[in-house]
């Protein structure tokens, strides 16, 4: 059952431009987003969390947009640099936090 | 920065053998987790350990799988008799999670290749 989706398995952009990685889940029970970028061969590397009483967290370049409704959220990258070239995770948790649920992975190229 | 150390980096074993691959997870952490995550999938969630006991697992961590802090910084995963399909990277992460704060992250460690032949 796969209770985090990432359908964009890869995205390309211009540099500078933005970058839009989305992410679904199905669980209503999840309480805390979470988006890690990983480059091939080392461990996920956290960017940027949100939990559920917010729709919205900034940090730097990265935005993360969550709608509680359409149990959708959305990461931003603006501007996109070549080095944010990775594949970008979203993971979604309860309030728990003994589970942690990982989507499939969008993989981002940024042309320079 | 803190960060979770792993080791070895990569391990190669015979199938039937047993492993322990071992995470020194951030001090003042009190959640641990593993993951695997097979060449070309997803991140896999195996085992959540919290308070010296597992909180929660997944049905791929079964009998052949445990875990262990056996002296409070070392968090080990055993793998009893390895299969050709354990080959994965096994991933350690530990987390202060305090809830709905928002601002705690997890913590990945490097990674551990293990190949089973």
């Known amino acids: 059952d796969q209770q985090v989706k990432q359908n964009s398995p890869s995205l390309s952009v211009q540099e500078g431009r933005i970058s839009i990685l989305n992410c679904d889940y199905t669980?209503?029970?999840?309480?805390?987003f979470l988006w890690y970028k990983k480059y091939p061969a080392e461990g996920p590397t956290f960017l940027i969390s949100?939990?559920?009483?917010?729709d919205k967290n900034e940090d730097g370049r990265f935005t993360v947009f969550l709608n509680k409704s359409a149990k959708h959220l959305s990461l931003h990258i603006v501007p996109s640099q070549p080095g944010d070239s990775a594949v970008y995770f979203c993971?979604?948790?309860?309030?728990?936090?003994?589970?942690?649920?990982f989507g499939t992975g969008t993989s981002l190229t940024v042309i320079p | 920065e803190p960060e979770v150390t792993q080791t070895p980096s990569h391990q190669v074993t015979q199938m039937g053998q047993e492993v322990i691959l071992r995470c020194v997870p951030i001090?003042?952490?009190?959640?641990f987790y593993w993951y695997r995550q097979i060449l070309g999938q997803k991140v896999e969630f195996l085992v959540s350990?919290?308070?010296?006991?597992?909180?929660?697992k997944s049905e791929i961590f079964d009998d052949q799988f445990s875990v262990e802090r056996p002296d409070g910084s070392n968090f080990t995963l055993k793998i009893r008799s390895t299969k050709l399909e354990d080959s994965a990277m096994y991933f350690c992460?530990?987390?202060?999670?305090?809830?709905?704060?928002?601002?705690?992250?997890?913590?990945f460690g490097p990674g551990t290749r293990l190949t089973v032949l």
């Open positions: 350990f919290y308070n010296n006991e597992i909180s929660e």
């Open positions: 669980n209503s029970m999840f309480d805390y």
């Open positions: 001090s003042n952490h009190l959640y």
């Open positions: 949100i939990s559920s009483i917010k």
């Open positions: 992460a530990s987390y202060n999670f305090r809830v709905l704060q928002g601002t705690d992250t997890q913590y």
């Open positions: 993971a979604a948790s309860d309030v728990t936090g003994n589970q942690f649920y």
